[in-house]
């Protein structure tokens, strides 16, 4: 069974920074391309960053470029997003998925929470 574990989120001011982590189980983990995407409250879900599998090829939103940057631990089965200078725009639940553009599996984990505010 595909599993995704999100975690690290939690309350920062602007500016501020965090790391989240994506724990992936059930799957070869290193021959699928990583993504992350987030949702915001009343916005439709938005693909975030991505990742390929093996040469850690990455492509970003432009509203996160130059401050997010994404990574993956083939051996730990862990992609992760580094989250610099964090706005308030920035407020979403994040998930992780399988895929470049779109999930490959149409499955979705708890997601964790980031806010931003002052």
């Known amino acids: 069974q595909v599993q995704l574990v999100e975690s690290g989120g939690g309350l920062v001011q602007p500016g501020g920074s965090l790391r989240l982590s994506c724990a992936a189980s059930?799957?070869?983990?290193?021959?699928?391309?990583m993504s992350w995407y987030r949702q915001a409250p009343g916005k439709e879900r938005e693909l975030v960053a991505s990742?390929?599998?093996?040469?850690?090829?990455?492509n970003y939103a432009d509203s996160v470029k130059g401050r997010f940057t994404v990574s993956r631990d083939n051996a730990k089965n862990t992609v992760y997003l580094q989250m610099n200078s964090l706005k308030p725009e920035d407020t979403a639940v994040y998930y992780c998925?399988?895929?470049?553009?779109?999930?490959?599996?149409?499955?979705w984990g708890q997601g964790t929470q980031v806010a931003v505010s002052s």
């Open positions: 998925n399988t895929g470049w553009s779109t999930p490959f599996y149409d499955y």
């Open positions: 059930g799957f070869t983990f290193s021959s699928y391309a």
């Open positions: 990742i390929t599998s093996i040469s850690g090829l990455t």
